[in-house]
């Protein structure tokens, strides 16, 4: 949400509602604008000319945030990006339930790191960018957990790579997780405070 401030305007180049809630708890004032990116195309042509899950969240962070800052000069424009990677594998967001539970169960087991990027642009030039790789280790679970937990979550994890939120029911999915668990939330959240704090967004 817009407050008064000294410092440069923030805009965060996501429709997320994850994102939008890391900042708006962490007393952040931005405002959110959707960039309208065809993620799942942009991913795929990345993969085929052999680009890694790590620089394809770096690009697409970009690309997110570059659609906004020359029309926003002045701000500090946040785009952010996930890809789970499962052993060569990248995990979107599933379109379905049903999809959602195909990848659920490939993930059984079996440990996969979320690749996440967030850079920050001003008059379209990046001035920031930060990577986090945390690995989550996701258990045997039943297939009556699987039932379950589809079931509970609904369609809200069809917003989310990976299909889980580890805020929320998903966390029931993991037997460890070592890492960032704001990154894993959508944002790489201190890192990115400390930026803002050092371009006058935030007391120092």
């Known amino acids: 949400m817009e407050k008064s401030r000294p410092g440069p305007a923030v805009l965060l180049a996501s429709g997320s509602v994850h994102r939008a809630r890391l900042l708006i708890d962490a007393g952040i004032p931005f405002t959110a604008e959707s960039p309208h990116v065809d993620e799942d195309t942009i991913k795929h042509s990345l993969k085929a000319e052999g680009a890694s899950a790590i620089d394809a969240a770096i ?15 002045d701000a500090l424009v946040i785009g952010s990006d996930q890809i789970p ?15 959602a539970r195909e990848q659920l169960m490939m993930m059984r087991g079996k440990t996969h790191v979320l690749e996440t990027a967030v850079v920050v642009l001003r008059g379209g030039d990046r001035i920031w960018h930060h990577v986090a790789r945390p690995r989550l280790t996701v258990r045997d679970f039943s297939d009556g957990f699987l039932n379950r937990y ?55």
């Open 85 to 99: 990677d499962l052993e060569g594998t990248w995990l979107g967001k599933p379109d379905s339930l049903a999809a």
């Open 150 to 204: 589809l079931e509970d979550a609904g369609s809200g994890i069809l917003s989310c790579a990976g299909s889980y939120q580890v805020e929320g029911l998903g966390i029931q999915l993991f037997s460890r997780i070592e890492g960032d668990t704001f990154a894993i939330q959508g944002l790489p959240l201190l890192p990115l405070v400390d930026f803002l704090r050092l371009h006058g967004v935030l007391i120092p």
């Open 59 to 73: 690009i697409l962070a970009e690309f997110k945030a570059r659609r906004l800052s020359q029309a926003n000069p």
